[in-house]
Structure formats: C-alpha cells, structure tokens
C-alpha cells in the first residue's frame, strides 16, 4: 500500500488562493507556488477562498474539506487577516481581544482552526496578512493592517493579533506581513508594480492588493524560508534550498497571460442622440438590447432636481450568464478618485423574469446607444437579480472576468410600490454595494475596474429588461481624507 503523503493544507483569502484570471498579469496567491519549495514528500492542499474572512470561510464547503481531512503529521498553513478587517456582519472579527475573547480574530483562528488541527494531531502555523502594495512608497495603517473603530465596529492591529496569538499559544508565526513591508521598501514603488496582478497590459491598472504570478513566487519561497529558519520538525527537512536574489529576478518568472485581449475602447464618449443629460449624469443604452435603440424601447428623462426616470420595455434588454442589455445614466470618473453613490430606487413596476435587474452600477466600459451581443467589461451593481426567486433573490451583483458574481440573498422579496436606500461606495480593494436594509456586499467585489479602460470607471443608475424605475435623491460624493 502506498504511503501517504504529508499534507500541507493551505487555507486563506484572496492573498492566498487560486484564480482563474483573463487579466493582462492574471492574479495569483502565493498558496499556489508553495509547493515549487517543498520535495515530493509534502503534498500542498490550497484551499483558499477569495473574500473569505476566518468567520465567513467557516460556512464554506472547504471548511468541511479541511476538518475532516487534517491527519496526525499534516500541516495547516493559515493566512487571513485581509477581510477580517472588512465592517460587514458576515466576515467582521475584531482584532482586539484574545483567544478566549468572543467575537476576536484571535478566537476565529483558535476555535474554528487550531483546536481541530490540534485534535487531528496537525502542526498549526500562523501567517500575518501581506502587505498591501503602496502607490506613492508611503504607508498608512490600512495598507499594514491596522484600522480606526468604524460604527459598532472597532479598530485593530490584524498583524499583532496573529503575532500574539501565536506567542500565547506557542505556534510558529511567520510574519508576512514584516517580511513584504522590508522587501518592498527594498525594491521601490517602481518595481513592486511587477509583482502585483494588472488588469490590462497598463500599469495603470495594476491591482495593489492581488499579487501575479511572480508575486505569489516570492511570497511562498519567503513564508517557507522563515518556516525553514524556524525549524519546524517535520516540513522544514522538506522546504528545498532557494536563493532569494534568484526568485527576485523577475525576468524568470513574470509572464503574462497569452489568452489577453486587449478591448478596443476609447473613453472619449459622444453624447447620445436620443438623451438629455440629467442630474449631472449622461444617458446611454447599450450592449445585448435585443432591439435598435430607440425611444419606443427605452425611457431615459429627468424626473425633478436630482432624479431620473429609467424604463426599458418590450423585452429589450437583460442582465444574462453571457451578456448584457441596460439602459444608464451614467458619469464618467477618473478610476483613483474614491467616491460614494447613491439614491433612491422608487419601483413603480417590473416583470418577474430572471433577467430583470435595476439599481446602481459601477462599470470598467461604457458604450453610446451601441447594439452589441459581445461581452462587455467588468461592473458590480446595488441591485437584485433573479427576481423571481422572491426574497431568495441576489441582493447585489457583479461581473467578474465575463461571469456573473453573487452578491448575497435578500431577506424579503421587493414589489411595485417600494422606495429602495441604494449605495455603492468604493474602498481600497474594491467596492461596497448595498441594497436596501440587506447585507453589504464586499465579498467577492474585491476588485478594481481597469481591465479595459485603466483610467477611468462608469457610474450611475441603471435598468434592464421590463422595468420600470425612478431614481431620486442620487448624490455623487468625491471622498477627501476629511470625510473618509
């Protein structure tokens, strides 16, 4: 009977896990390069989930995975911190407080992993959360992991609470996040720009948080480097010999993906010739519309100070697995400048098919009354999906690389009549949606929006398929450091 391998189970967020990227620099974590380290003794079991948090992973099929597959002489290699951070009930923990503290990432990390690792008889090693990639070369505490009390959520040092968790409970720590801080304060803002995930072949979309291929390279042979110099018995006689100044040379190893195609766009947009610009927004319709764009499908027309009314008819439009049809106003932004958008939504009708979606939109690309059935860029959306499914509908969504992505389910089916809060707000990794009183939606929209025009992103209010809606109270606000 064959041997069985030791395992190296890898759990963790975005930082760590795999993808499947169509971008210029595709994103990889550095869970997927860990065994390019390790001999053929030590199998590497990445299960790393994006937008997980220590909480949020637990409700995971992987978890499952993790608990019932941990065997005596298994390692279990933990990496998260980048959406415990995040303010949001389902992913939320708090970085005050120790392993006994409910409600801490301490007691996260303890009770959901290291005490079924131990039971399984699995060695335990802590990681810090990466660093996330500074543009100008200066740190705030963001980029560390360290965050200010925000509502009924407090502030923390991420870091310091994987560091002191593993000092109490005597686990080996390998700290990534000092060890990314020194190696990109080494290589400089200019160079760093390599090891991170582009959307287009423009370093201008480069994605600060993700790391590519080369990155996710050097990240692994440094957290196996450190777990050598720890001595853990049992995996560091396993972690084969690196020269770091070898994996530091990103001729080798930095390549980009030969599937890359880059969009033929140009952001210098012609007013429409059937809309009137309203509430400081411009009005489009386009993409699988279905029908020539005209004024007997489509309504797009001021409705009073700040508002707008927006109803597509006769089947035209849709939000699809491949494609999409929406009616918009939208206002073109520079794609650094951090903003919140929101309004109201007032339903005054829509029909129940899958198809059928309205609310706020966030795009990559934004088109002029353009009939088109080919796939468009990347958005996230406040707005449901599958409104048939009644309050089992998606409470938010996005498009991700071509495909749909799930926000959230709704707590209650939304009808003809209702007056719906909508927000979508832009954060350091990504973007915030929120539909009504529902969840807001991070997980998974943790993602810039630059794969086809790097400069810019389109936001506004938007429509798709029978429905008929006005948007008031819509405010666009410019975030400066005093009202972030």
Not at 411 to 434: F, H, M, N, W
Request: proline share 3%; aromatic share 10%.
């Amino acid at each position: 009977m064959k041997e069985r391998k030791k395992v190296l189970w890898v759990i963790g967020d975005s930082t760590l896990s795999s993808f499947n990227d169509k971008y210029y620099y595709p994103r990889y974590g550095y869970g997927t390069k860990l065994a390019a380290y390790l001999d053929d003794a030590v199998e590497v079991k990445n299960i790393a989930l994006s937008g997980r948090s220590s909480k949020s992973y637990t409700t995971e099929p992987q978890y499952k995975e993790l608990t019932g597959g941990m065997q005596k002489g298994d390692f279990l290699l933990i990496g998260f911190g980048h959406n415990d951070e995040k303010t949001e009930e389902a992913r939320f923990t708090s970085a005050q407080g120790d392993y006994k503290t409910a409600g801490s990432f301490a007691a996260s990390l303890y009770d959901n992993y290291i005490v079924p690792a131990q039971k399984a008889g699995c060695q335990v090693i802590l990681c810090t959360p990466i660093v996330r990639r500074t543009k100008t070369g200066e740190w705030n505490a963001q980029d560390l992991h360290v965050t200010q009390d925000f509502g009924t959520y407090p502030g923390g040092d991420y870091p310091q609470a994987v560091r002191e968790l593993g000092k109490t409970l005597g686990l080996p720590v390998v700290d990534m996040t000092k060890m990314t801080k020194a190696l990109y304060e080494t290589l400089g803002k200019d160079e760093t720009v390599y090891l991170h995930a582009w959307t287009s072949d423009k370093a201008a979309s480069v994605d600060n948080t993700h790391t590519n291929v080369w990155g996710a390279r050097v990240n692994a042979c440094l957290c196996l480097n450190e777990v050598k110099n720890q001595q853990v018995a049992g995996l560091s006689e396993h972690i084969l010999d690196t020269d770091e100044k070898e994996v530091l040379d990103r001729s080798k190893y930095l390549v980009s993906n030969p599937e890359y195609h880059p969009v033929v766009f140009t952001s210098d947009l012609p007013k429409s010739r059937f809309w009137e610009d309203a509430a400081g927004f411009s009005g489009t319709v386009f993409g699988d519309v279905l029908e020539e764009v005209s004024k007997e499908h489509f309504v797009l027309e001021p409705a009073g100070e700040n508002a707008v009314h927006i109803a597509v008819k006769n089947n035209c439009g849709k939000i699809a697995a491949v494609s999409d049809g929406i009616a918009m106003y939208y206002k073109k932004i520079p794609a650094d400048r951090p903003f919140i958008l929101r309004a109201k939504a007032v339903i005054h009708d829509y029909f129940l098919n899958d198809q059928v979606s309205f609310g706020l939109m966030v795009r990559d690309d934004c088109y002029v009354d353009k009939t088109t059935a080919d796939i468009l860029g990347d958005y996230v959306a406040a707005a449901p999906l599958l409104l048939t499914h009644g309050a089992q509908c998606w409470n938010c969504f996005a498009r991700k690389s071509g495909e749909l992505v799930k926000g959230g389910i709704c707590t209650r089916a939304y009808k003809p009549g209702d007056v719906v809060e909508l927000q979508i707000e832009s954060t350091q990794d990504g973007y915030a949606c929120t539909f009504g009183k529902e969840q807001t939606i991070t997980g998974g929209f943790d993602f810039q929006l630059t794969s086809i025009d790097a400069e810019h992103v389109y936001a506004g209010m938007f429509v798709s398929r029978n429905a008929d809606v006005t948007f008031t109270d819509i405010e666009l606000i410019f975030k400066t450091p005093e009202n972030e």
